[in-house]
Every structure is written in structure tokens, then in C-alpha cells.
């Protein structure tokens, strides 16, 4: 596959500068247009030591517009990156819609060293890249544009190279052991990019193999590559990208698509009757049962998430169901049951401007809270296939799409030791209308209730038939649906707690 980067390609001074002057005109225009656009640019940058990916970055920083861009290089992770799931630090750097992201070092570093330096075997390799083309497949589909070259030099280029910057006392630093010890292992190194290269290179985020041996070439090459996969992204109105290709990008054929009804669901639901139907809502709990259990509950709680805390095992709690199903009461008796600086509520409204700009699974990645803490989600990442499915606030390509992409989150999130427990819960239509008129009698409850609740209840069915799918699609054996009958309160409550009892000390 390199063989054919080795083409020893040159471009002359007088030819290199004629074509400089257009070219950073067009990617200047090009990043104007991006601006206004609702979709960012990803643009990552691989390859040997010496291959040129700090000229890289820096020379697009130089020709376009760095205000609009985001640079960022990723080291080891850091103990505090550690403390949460690997793409934790990655979907935190993304760029807003309009704008650039630079990458060095970013998700494919630790994979390609892991297995070039054999750490990890083929399997997990292929996991590891099976992960990432998902990660890359989600942020193409939300529309952006992503870009990965691979600076590739030969053998003998990259020796050469080593060999001048080793030479000029003001380069020397540049080159370290571990560089000529990774250079004396090139076919090593080779092959593994070689894989890593052909498994995750695809239409919606294509790698492009740049011969870096000729350093004019290769500005020439990353920069023409930026501004023609900028002009086709942003449609009608931009100038005609020209038919000449100055390199290779790598496109096997596309991934399968996913299933709509993935394997592995705890259950399958029979669609004549939905998963709500077929709820017993008849279990009561009396007052001085509830306040014995409760306490019970609470105090076996707060061992628990000691011990977690002592282990490094996050819980994450969210809570879905219907409006004055008591998801807020539910939660209250959580909190009075630990240190109040071991846990975080975070209540999802309607996003901000900078989290549109997103996509919408940013916000709650950027909530994911250290080791050994408990967040408390009140509304979730579950809106993209309830309200916003129901109100037609997403397309339905998106919200469809979305069942494999929080399944994607959610597996993430347990394979790094994470608790995820999910709750509906769910109350009769009637027994919401009567919470309803209640709370319009209460002085101090009144607040809670809104036009839009009200509103709401005349989308019950659609409701209904959102939360039947939301469970068949995303219920599984890692991240199960717990559907709590909340008819009675102190049922409910106690419920909540006794399930996520046993999900922690399950999981230690």
C-alpha cells in the first residue's frame, strides 16, 4: 500500500510558489464559507517520526485563519483522563460546527503502539480500530468532515531525515532513542499502519497517504486535500474542484450497516402490546414499610458507593419516564443517602447554543465525572429517540441512527468499569392527570407544572410507542432498562434505591 507513496515526488520553487499564493486564497475562502456552515472539520495527522505532521498542522495554522482553528496533540493519558473512558478527552476536543480541529496523536496513537511494540495482540487491534471507525462513523453522520493523512516516508527517507535534524545543533532535541529505535523496527511499524490504515479508512473518513519526502510536495498535497474536501462539503456556490489528485486516499468498501434490531437484547417486544402494557402497576408499599425499607436501602447505598469510591468505580444513574412519574423525588432519596462531594445531578433541558454546535452526545461526555463518583442524570441522551423523535425536533434518520450510537456510548462507558443503571418510570395515564390537577392546587407544587406538560399528554400513544422502541433497541446486557411501576410512590422509591444497590455490589 505505501509502495505506491514512494514515488520520490517533487515540486520545484518556482512551481511551489506560483501555486501557493492561489491556494492559500481558496483555503481562506473556503474556511469563511465553513464558518457559516453547521457542520466542523476533522483533520488528523499520522505517521513515522519525522514525516512532517508538526509542519503540517503549522503550516495550515500560517495559510488559513487560526482563530477558526483548534489544535490539539495528545501524550500519555494524564491520571485525570485515566479516571474516565478512553474517547472521555477526544469528544471533549471536538471542534463546533464552523470551525477546524487539528489533530496529532490523537485516537489512533495507543492502538498503533500498543500492537507495534506488542502490548496487545491482533484482536485487540482490531477491536481497538473496530471502535474507533465507530467513533468516526457517528461524527460523519452528524455531518462532520473528517480528514486523516498519513505522512509516510520510506525507510531511507526517514533515516535521512533523522540524520539532518540530528546533525544541526538547533534540531538535535528533536530527535530522541526511542525515534531511532522505532526506525530500526520500520517494518514492524509499517505493518501495523499498514492494517490500521486499510480497516478504518472509508468513504465518510478516508485516509490520504502523502509521499512526505519533499517538504513542498507535501504542503502542496495536505493543503490542496483540505480545500477540495471543503469546497465538495459545502455544496453549490463553491469553486469546481479541480479532477487532478495529488494522493491517494485509501477507501475499502463500506462497513455493513447496522442492524435496527441488534442482537444481544435482554428482550424482544411483542409490537401488538408495548413494554408498558405488559407492567404490573399494582405494588404498593405502606407508609411505615416504606420508611423502615427505605432507611435499609439508603444505609446499604451509602456503603456501597463507599466501597466503589475506595475501588475507582463510577456509577452513572438517569433517569427517564413520564412528566410527574416522580423522577425528582426518586432522586432526592439517592442524594440524602451519600457525601454530598461524592455525586452530581445534572438536569437536561433544552441544549445551549455551544452545545447544538455539538453533537448531541457531547454534552453528557463532557459530564462524565471522575473515578469513583456518582452522576445523577435527570433526563438523559435518551431525548434524541423520545421528545426530540415525538416533536419532530430530529429527523428520523437521526434519531434511528441514534439507538446504535448510544449503544456504542453506553458499551464504552461499562467496559471501563463504569456502574450504568437507566430507570423509566412509569405511571398510568390517569394517574398522571390526577398528579396534574394536584399540583396545580399546591402552593409550592404549582411551579412544576407547565403548559407543555398538558400538552404533552395528547402525545401519549407516540410516547408510548418511542419508549417500546428506546427499550428493544438499546435494553442490553450491559446497560439494561429498569422500568420501575411508580403508581405508588414509596414503591417506586424504595425500588430505585434496591436496584442500584444490587447493580454496585454486583459489579464489585
Known amino acids: 500500500m505505501f509502495e505506491a507513496a514512494e514515488a520520490g515526488r517533487t515540486v520545484s520553487k518556482a512551481d511551489y510558489e506560483s501555486e501557493v499564493a492561489k491556494l492559500r486564497w481558496e483555503l481562506l475562502d473556503a474556511q469563511r464559507l465553513l464558518k457559516a456552515s453547521r457542520f466542523p472539520l476533522v483533520v488528523l495527522f499520522g505517521g513515522p517520526d519525522g514525516g512532517g505532521k508538526s509542519e503540517a498542522v503549522q503550516l495550515l495554522n500560517e495559510w488559513m485563519d487560526p482563530r477558526g482553528i483548534v489544535n490539539r496533540a495528545f501524550d500519555e493519558p494524564s491520571e485525570d483522563e485515566r479516571e474516565r473512558p478512553p474517547f472521555w478527552r477526544f469528544w471533549l476536543a471536538l471542534p463546533p460546527h464552523g470551525q477546524i480541529g487539528l489533530f496529532m496523536s490523537a485516537w489512533y496513537s495507543v492502538p498503533l503502539v500498543s500492537r507495534a511494540t506488542r502490548k496487545t ?68 511499524w509499517s505493518a501495523t499502519a499498514e492494517r490500521l490504515i486499510q480497516r478504518t479508512s472509508f468513504g465518510h473518513a478516508p485516509w490520504f497517504i502523502i509521499d512526505a519526502a519533499d ?80 432507611l435499609e436501602q439508603q444505609g446499604r447505598l451509602n456503603k456501597l458507593q463507599r466501597k466503589a469510591h475506595a475501588r475507582g468505580r463510577s456509577v452513572i444513574v438517569l433517569f427517564e419516564g413520564w412528566d410527574a412519574a416522580g423522577k425528582g423525588g426518586a ?63 430530529a429527523t428520523q434518520a437521526e434519531w434511528s441512527r441514534a439507538y446504535a450510537e448510544i449503544r456504542e456510548f453506553e458499551e464504552e462507558l461499562t467496559e471501563h468499569g463504569i456502574v450504568l443503571v437507566k430507570y423509566w418510570l412509569h405511571i398510568t395515564k390517569d394517574e398522571q ?37 428506546m427499550v428493544e433497541h438499546t435494553s442490553t446486557h450491559h446497560a439494561p432498562w429498569h422500568l420501575v411501576p411508580a403508581n405508588d410512590k414509596n414503591h417506586a422509591r424504595v425500588e430505585v434505591l434496591r436496584v442500584m444497590n444490587d447493580a454496585i455490589e454486583r459489579a464489585l
Open 433 to 469: 392527570e390526577r398528579r396534574f390537577t394536584e399540583r396545580a392546587k399546591s402552593p409550592y407544587k404549582s411551579w412544576k407544572l407547565t403548559d407543555e406538560d398538558w400538552r404533552n399528554r395528547e402525545k401519549w400513544d407516540l410516547y408510548e410507542l418511542a419508549v417500546n422502541d
Open 331 to 393: 432522586i432526592r432519596r439517592i442524594v440524602s443517602a451519600l457525601e454530598p462531594r461524592s455525586y452530581r445531578v445534572i438536569p437536561v433541558a433544552v441544549p445551549t447554543d455551544e452545545e447544538r454546535a455539538h453533537h448531541y452526545l457531547w454534552r453528557f461526555w463532557r459530564h462524565l465525572a471522575r473515578a469513583g463518583r456518582v452522576t445523577i442524570f435527570d433526563r438523559s441522551w435518551y431525548g434524541r429517540v423520545l421528545v426530540e423523535r415525538v416533536e419532530s425536533l
Open 215 to 294: 517538504e513542498r510536495y507535501r504542503n502542496l498535497a495536505v493543503a490542496t486535500e483540505v480545500r477540495d474536501a471543503l469546497y465538495r462539503a459545502l455544496g453549490p456556490g463553491t469553486p469546481e474542484v479541480p479532477a487532478k489528485r495529488r494522493s491517494r486516499a485509501i477507501k475499502p468498501e463500506e462497513p455493513a450497516a447496522v442492524p435496527a434490531q441488534p442482537s444481544g437484547l435482554v428482550s424482544r417486544i411483542d409490537r401488538e402490546r408495548s413494554v408498558l402494557d405488559v407492567l404490573d402497576m399494582t405494588p404498593t408499599l405502606s407508609k411505615p414499610a416504606f420508611k423502615t425499607r427505605l
Open 121 to 188: 495482540t491482533l484482536t485487540d487491534f482490531d477491536s481497538a480500530l473496530d471502535r474507533i471507525a465507530a467513533f468516526e462513523r457517528t461524527l460523519a453522520a452528524d455531518g462532520a468532515l473528517v480528514l486523516k493523512f498519513w505522512m509516510h516516508l520510506s525507510r531511507r527517507d526517514q533515516k535521512r531525515r533523522l540524520q539532518n535534524l540530528s546533525k544541526d545543533p538547533l534540531t538535535r532535541w528533536r530527535v530522541t532513542k526511542a525515534e531511532w529505535r522505532r526506525h530500526r523496527q520500520y517494518d514492524r
